[in-house]
């Protein structure tokens, strides 16, 4: 057994394909078919079930292989990090994902201050949806995630960072900034600016169903997934919004808007730094977590 036929297996088993795989390690299709084939005589077993010309799924056997390999990778990767830190030298790779609003409003001076103290370490941000975060985390491609805890699966851990809660963003000055309670049939008498539908755990659907439930309709004057793009066209007057939010962020403060409280229709939440349990993380990488939340963090992994 090599460790390039571990290293194709593992992203062929990850990628349920040979071209996707052929692509990441920077082999042929044919050649990392060919590898494949190899481990498989080797192990006198098979480890895919090949469907069609293009699916690929894991046997018994594969999926057993598959948690080997990932297990061996994820050490490979841990002992590269010990091994530099035994030289003295803080480098090495930190991969986070996280939706724009979170990247955007949140993180800069906390990263700000993480790439002043550890110059040497390569730092890489996504700005990925909730849903691809949390795909990202399970798959291994990151170190961590950023989603809404209420979102995240139980097989991964969380750390709960940030309160958030689901306001109404209407431009400062409008009619419903005076009311000390807003109802959904207030809101629903003025245009709204509301996330796609079918975009998952967006509020769109609570938000339909609490209209549906109170026999309401609404007009949509703007579909947008982005927060902040939302605000943008809150705040010209193109129509309010629901939007979900850190409360006194100084960006937020700067814009002529005003968030109103919706909080007996949509329960408050939490921003949560999401990883995969069982993953050992390097000292460089627990001071990313201990930089962002201010303090040392325990948590179960």
């Known amino acids: 057994m090599e460790w390039q036929q571990i290293v194709g297996f593992y992203h062929a088993a990850r990628l349920r394909s040979f071209t996707k795989a052929g692509e990441a390690t920077f082999r042929t299709q044919s050649a990392l078919s060919q590898q494949i084939k190899l481990l498989e005589e080797e192990l006198d077993c098979q480890l895919f079930?090949?469907?069609?010309?293009?699916?690929?799924?894991?046997?018994?056997?594969?999926?057993?292989?598959?948690?080997?390999?990932?297990?061996?990778?994820?050490?490979?990767?841990?002992?590269?990090?010990?091994?530099?830190?035994?030289?003295g030298a803080c480098k090495g790779r930190l991969k986070v994902a996280a939706p724009f609003t979170t990247l955007y409003h949140l993180f800069p001076d906390k990263l700000r201050d993480y790439v002043g103290r550890f110059p040497g370490v390569e730092v890489t941000l996504l700005d990925r949806p909730q849903e691809r975060v949390l795909e990202l985390v399970r798959d291994g491609e990151i170190d961590f995630g950023f989603a809404l805890e209420s979102v995240v699966p139980k097989d991964l851990v969380?750390?709960?960072?940030?309160?958030?809660?689901?306001?109404?963003?209407?431009?400062?000055?409008h009619p419903l900034a005076a009311a000390k309670r807003v109802s959904l049939k207030q809101l629903s008498r003025y245009p709204l600016i509301v996330p796609p539908r079918g975009l998952k755990h967006s509020g769109r659907a609570a938000l339909d169903k609490h209209l549906t439930k109170l026999g309401l309709d609404c007009?949509?004057?703007?579909?947008?997934?982005?927060?902040?793009?939302?605000?943008?066209?809150?705040?010209?007057?193109?129509?309010?919004?629901?939007?979900?939010v850190v409360r006194d962020l100084p960006g937020l403060k700067k814009r002529n808007l005003e968030f109103l409280p919706v909080d007996r229709y949509f329960?408050?939440?939490?921003?949560?730094?999401?990883?995969?349990?069982?993953?050992?993380?390097?000292?460089y990488k627990n001071a990313f977590v201990s930089m962002l939340f201010g303090e040392p963090v325990q948590h179960d992994a």
Do not use: C
Request: hydrophobic letters at 40%; zero cysteines.
């Open 49 to 87: 079930e090949r469907i069609g010309k293009r699916k690929l799924n894991l046997t018994l056997a594969g999926e057993r292989f598959f948690k080997f390999s990932e297990m061996v990778l994820d050490q490979h990767e841990r002992l590269k990090e010990e091994l530099t830190e035994f030289k």
């Open 158 to 173: 969380t750390i709960r960072w940030k309160k958030v809660e689901t306001v109404l963003m209407v431009p400062t000055g």
């Open 219 to 244: 007009r949509v004057v703007m579909e947008s997934s982005n927060v902040e793009l939302s605000s943008v066209y809150v705040e010209i007057g193109l129509g309010i919004s629901l939007a979900t």
């Open 267 to 283: 329960k408050p939440d939490h921003i949560a730094l999401v990883m995969r349990k069982g993953k050992m993380v390097a000292s």
